[in-house]
């Protein structure tokens, strides 16, 4: 049982870790992309008051190739360990996934929303640990 609850335990968590990561990122990049309009809309008056309020169609862009790249590569990277128990792809997707959630935060912070800043901090956790779970090889 001890060969068991190491091996297959972290093979089943690196799995689990990175499909929650591909679900995360793609639905958020997907629904930037289809619905950039209202994303934009939402994000100017959210920014107004903030020093980046000329910058959010720029800001819109950068965190949508984030957010596409994080779950594209985190999607890949769950196949490939399905496939090849190879968790390299996986590992990168979650270095972008907290990349992103980064620059999210920073961005709540930036704009005084301490409520939305405070959300991201599990997701920024559940990140590094898959960053540290995908390392293991």
């Given amino acids: 049982m001890a060969a068991l609850h190491t091996s297959a335990t972290i093979y089943l968590?690196?799995?689990l870790a990175a499909a929650f990561l591909a679900?995360?990122?793609l639905q958020?990049?997907?629904?930037k992309i289809v619905d950039r309009r209202g994303n934009l809309e939402w994000l100017k008056g959210h920014f107004a008051k903030s020093p980046l309020a000329e910058t959010v169609p720029a800001l819109l862009?950068?965190?949508?190739?984030?957010e596409v790249t994080?779950?594209?590569?985190s999607a890949l990277g769950c196949?490939?360990?399905l496939l090849l128990r190879d968790s390299t792809v996986a590992f990168c997707g979650a270095v972008?996934?907290?990349?992103a959630i980064i620059a999210l935060f920073f961005g709540q912070r930036v704009a005084k929303d301490y409520a939305g800043a405070a959300v991201l901090v599990p997701y920024f956790l559940l990140a590094l640990f898959a960053i540290y779970l995908?390392?293991?090889g």
């Fill in 70 to 73: 994080a779950g594209v590569l």
């Fill in 134 to 136: 995908l390392a293991q």
């Fill in 96 to 99: 972008i996934s907290a990349a």
């Fill in 61 to 66: 862009t950068a965190i949508t190739i984030l």
């Fill in 79 to 81: 196949v490939l360990l």
């Fill in 28 to 31: 958020s990049g997907i629904d």
């Fill in 23 to 25: 679900i995360l990122f």
């Fill in 13 to 15: 968590m690196q799995i």
